[in-house]
């Protein structure tokens, strides 16, 4: 790994360059600076966008939040959901879900946001890092693989060129990605696009009865009723393809829309956005040393709240990864990024997908058979199923590829969550100190050499003296839950896999360090 060069003020070499300074380019350059490899982002807007875009982020993603050290900053600009409610035309409930609080990953499961204010807390923490370096208005206009790496030629506002020579680029440049198009790859469409008016609003002051969560379910005009952060509130309207978006857009008619719940005395109409969201997924994700993430590579339906979500899933599944390739790991392991992260992306895709067309139903007849079906069942208490969102699986993972949970913890000098006292390397976690001391000194010695550490916890034993306590009850819970009292957990806490016994976490551990265990392994030259 090198420093960032500048060979001349317009000629760079990095480790990676990022086309792209969204929340998944700005995750992406923090993770991969927090290791010390160099960064280069090239962004064709000067300044970060002053208007919301999304809405909300999860419980996972406040995990990756808390790793770049800014999960308390982040804050300020969020409300915890606690529930989502779905209503008819009628105002009569249909369903209503709850989120857990604390979530699976230690933070509250739902989390509304002000974006602009989440991008200023995320742009902070990249700028702070020395290694990575920031080009606002310059934007990429020649890509070009070397083999050994790639170049980039960027044209600023001012007319200046910048060539960035990297090992690793990466596009995170959106649903019109240059990066893309240059690359020639193509979409994969669900063919399921709808037309939607957005409004935003920055409120004067608390209004009763106004929704925090709301999805109505009128077939004569679908709406979604949101709060987007702390004294901001969004109305989104499903409209016709046809709708002539002059007339929309007009602030009168958006506050004529919104009477029932806003007055200009209670909000000022802050963003009016008539769009046309998409749902489709690039059919290769790496060509050579160019990658795609969050956009770029995937786009979806807005009813699940996942878009930013999953983009920054892409960056904490990379970034591992890129760093793990320029150390010397074989270069298949970025093959690994695909394979993992597109079946989870299709899976919340086509659950978007299928959510959508029953909040959004049109067709009367078909609407009021669903209103009866769903209020009879909200009648008898019977509540829908939590949504859960399904393993990662491939060759890089030896069993269910579930998140790590995050508990609160102790050690011998402080209490905390998990992450913040154990760190968030390739990890082997064990439930009694006892099982690390039979595994082979070999062994041992390979998983430290590609950055491994072991951790142990007390939990069945009282004669043991443990590095960590688990304070919370998470780490009990979860070792009997899964019948294992050893667990291989990745950079990104997926799990790698679990053993019962210390033979079995020793073969977990020679077929995840053995340069012949599989063929896109993590085995370091």
């Not at 409120?203 to 702390?230: K, R, S």
Request: glycine residues 8%; negative net charge; aromatic residues 8%.
């Amino acid at each position: 790994m090198t420093n960032s060069v500048n060979l001349d003020s317009s000629h760079i070499r990095s480790d990676v360059a990022i086309v792209g300074y969204g929340p998944t380019g700005m995750v992406l350059a923090a993770l991969l600076g927090q290791k010390g490899i160099s960064v280069t982002v090239l962004e064709r807007y000067e300044s970060l966008y002053s208007k919301p875009r999304a809405a909300a982020f999860d419980d996972e993603t406040m995990r990756t939040f808390q790793q770049l050290g800014v999960a308390e900053k982040v804050l300020a600009g969020t409300n915890v959901q606690n529930g989502y409610v779905w209503v008819n035309g009628k105002g009569q409930v249909l369903t209503d879900f709850e989120y857990d609080n604390p979530g699976p990953n230690g933070w509250p499961a739902q989390y509304m946001m002000y974006q602009p204010h989440l991008e200023e807390v995320l742009d902070g923490a990249v700028r702070s890092i020395p290694n990575v370096q920031v080009f606002p208005g310059a934007a990429v206009t020649e890509i070009e693989d070397l083999g050994e790496g790639v170049s980039l030629t960027a044209l600023t506002t001012k007319d200046q060129q910048i060539t960035v020579e990297a090992d690793f680029v990466v596009g995170a440049d959106g649903g019109n990605s240059f990066v893309r198009q240059a690359l020639g790859i193509e979409l994969d469409s669900y063919d399921f696009s709808e037309n939607w008016l957005v409004c935003d609003f920055k409120l004067h002051h608390d209004v009763p009865g106004l929704p925090t969560f709301q999805q109505v379910c009128n077939p004569d005009e679908p709406i979604a009723i949101v709060n987007i952060g702390p004294g901001h509130h969004r109305f989104s309207f499903r409209l016709e393809r046809d709708a002539d978006r002059e007339a929309i857009v007009d602030p009168d008619k958006v506050w004529a829309r919104v009477s029932e719940y806003l007055t200009p005395d209670d909000a000022e109409l802050i963003r009016v956005a008539n769009y046309t969201f998409q749902s489709a997924i690039a059919e290769q994700w790496r060509r050579g040393r160019i990658l795609l993430a969050g956009d770029a590579a995937h786009q979806m339906p807005p009813f699940l709240a996942q878009g930013m979500v999953s983009g920054i899933r892409d960056a904490r599944n990379l970034a591992w990864k890129i760093e793990a390739v320029l150390g010397g790991a074989s270069e298949n392991l970025l093959d690994t990024f695909q394979e993992e992260r597109e079946p989870h992306v299709r899976f919340i895709t086509e659950k978007a997908i299928e959510l959508g067309k029953v909040q959004t139903m049109r067709d009367k007849v078909q609407a009021e058979e669903r209103d009866r079906t769903m209020m009879a069942a909200h009648a008898a208490r019977q509540r829908p199923d939590k949504f859960r969102y399904p393993p990662i699986s491939g060759s890089m993972i030896a069993g269910n590829g579930g998140l790590f949970p995050q508990g609160f913890v102790s050690s011998s000098s402080r209490s905390a969550m998990f992450d913040d006292i154990a760190g968030t390397s390739w990890q082997v976690i064990v439930s009694q100190p006892s099982i690390l001391r039979q595994l082979p000194d070999t062994v041992r010695e390979r998983f430290s050499a590609m950055g491994g550490s072991e951790i142990s916890f007390g939990i069945t034993s009282m004669l043991e003296v443990a590095p960590l306590s688990d304070t919370g009850g998470v780490y009990t819970s979860w070792f009997a839950n899964e019948e294992c009292l050893a667990v291989v957990v990745r950079p990104d806490r997926h799990i790698y896999g679990t053993a019962r016994s210390a033979d079995e976490l020793t073969l977990l551990l020679e077929n995840l360090t053995t340069s012949d265990a599989h063929s896109k392994t993590l085995t370091y030259q």
